[in-house]
């Protein structure tokens, strides 16, 4: 079990979660594979809102903030090239995070840094060029891929303004409602700030870090998808 910042955890029910190994607690099922369609988050009961820092999206006050906002969609054989990068630089990562699991050492750890900074780098211009690489226009495994890409994207910033376009996406049903819940509770974890899907683990006390209403969170979890999370706390133990 690596033990680096912490980790989105719970593998779904109707599709597999993005590998945010290293960096993050290891969790099983965590793999760049193409996610089924999920349900879109109900917005009567504790749906994610996309108010906060960056985004007006909520309360109507504003668009989507500009990365990729005048970008050209990704369509057929133009989208093959994209794919295929995104799935080969989450395969770069996963690689690298367990090349320095395996022996850790400062460079390895520099390693690992590099290649997370020089995705994030190339996911970015990805964004500008077309918009958020969706489920309908990179496939499944590549828009997966472009999710653990963001999740270890160093820049807060750019992880915000992509998770409003995932939930544009997310909305329009061109991606699955968990790679919201995945983005949704690690943004809001890094702002100091309750998670909606408890899918992000402290790696020192092996509890999900606060989440709101927790009366509902499993009625939450499986509107996107994912399983109980006690379901997949036994999971996280057991591979422990």
Not at 42 to 59: H, K, M, S, Y
Not at 173 to 187: E, M, N, Q
Request: proline share 9%.
């Amino acid at each position: 079990m690596t033990a680096s910042p912490d980790h989105p955890v719970g593998t779904p029910t109707t599709c597999r979660g993005p590998d945010v190994s290293g960096g993050d607690l290891a969790v099983p099922g965590g793999s760049v594979t193409g996610p089924a369609e999920a349900a879109v988050p109900t917005v009567e009961r504790d749906a994610v809102p996309l108010a906060g820092r960056g985004t007006a999206l909520a309360e109507g006050r504003g668009a989507v903030p500009a990365v990729g906002q005048d970008a050209v969609p990704l369509s057929g054989e133009a989208a093959s090239p994209v794919a295929a990068e995104l799935v080969r630089r989450a395969d770069a990562d996963r690689e690298s995070t367990r090349e320095a699991g395996a022996a850790p050492t400062a460079e390895r750890r520099r390693s690992v840094a590099r290649c997370r900074r020089d995705n994030a780098e190339a996911l970015a211009a990805i964004v500008r060029l077309h918009g958020w690489p969706t489920v309908e226009a990179v496939g499944g495994a590549a828009s997966t891929a472009a999710l653990m890409i963001l999740l270890h994207a160093p820049d807060l910033g750019f992880r915000l303004r992509c998770r409003d376009l995932i939930a544009q996406a997310t909305a329009d049903g061109r991606c699955p409602a968990v790679h919201l819940a995945y983005i949704a509770d690690h943004c809001a974890v890094e702002l100091g700030e309750p998670q909606f899907y408890g899918t992000r683990i402290n790696p020192v006390t092996l509890c999900p870090y606060p989440v709101r209403r927790p009366q509902t969170l499993d009625e939450r979890r499986r509107d996107v998808g994912l399983g109980p999370l006690e379901e997949q706390m036994r999971a996280l133990r057991a591979h422990g």
